[in-house]
C-alpha cells in the first residue's frame, strides 16, 4: 500500500463522516474489515473508505446495520435492493417559530385536532422562553 492510501483511523473518521468510535464499532461488528499493522501501527487503506461511505449511503437510505452486514455478505452494488430499504416515510410539518419545526409521522395517525393542540403547547413553551413565533 503506498504512502497516500494509508489512513489513521482519525483520517478515515473524518473522510467518512463518522466518528472513531463508530469506525471501531463497525470493525467489532464485522462491516468493516480490520485495519492493517497492529497498535499504533494500524492503518486502512482505500477499501475501508469505500466501505465505510457504502455503509454511510445505506444507512442515509434507512437500511438497519443488520441489512447492510447482509449487502456486504454478498458483495451487493451501492444501492440495496428494495426488499432491505424502508418504505418512505409521509411527514406532516408545523413551523412553531424561526428555526422551530413540528414533524409528525403520517403513521402517528393524530387527528387535525391533536397536532393543533401539541403546537399550540409547543408555541407556549417558546413564547414563556422569549422565543416568541412564526
Do not use: C, F, K, N
Not at 438497519?64 to 418512505?88: D, F, H, K, M
Amino acid at each position: 500500500m503506498d504512502e497516500q492510501a494509508v489512513l489513521s483511523i482519525a483520517e478515515l473518521a473524518e473522510r467518512g463522516g463518522v466518528s472513531r468510535r463508530t469506525v471501531r464499532y463497525y470493525v467489532q461488528r464485522g462491516l468493516l474489515p480490520a485495519p492493517a499493522g497492529r497498535g499504533r501501527g494500524d492503518h486502512y487503506g482505500p477499501e475501508h473508505l469505500t466501505t465505510l461511505l457504502r455503509i454511510r449511503g445505506w444507512q442515509e437510505q434507512g437500511v438497519s446495520l443488520e441489512a447492510i452486514a447482509g449487502l456486504l455478505a454478498t458483495g451487493q452494488p451501492s444501492e440495496p435492493p428494495a426488499a432491505v430499504r424502508p418504505a418512505a416515510r409521509v411527514w406532516s410539518r408545523i413551523e412553531l417559530a424561526p428555526g422551530v419545526e413540528l414533524s409528525v409521522a403520517a403513521e402517528a395517525s393524530l387527528s387535525v385536532e391533536t397536532m393543533r393542540r401539541l403546537a399550540d403547547a409547543v408555541r407556549s413553551v417558546l413564547d414563556e422562553r422569549g422565543e416568541g413565533h412564526a
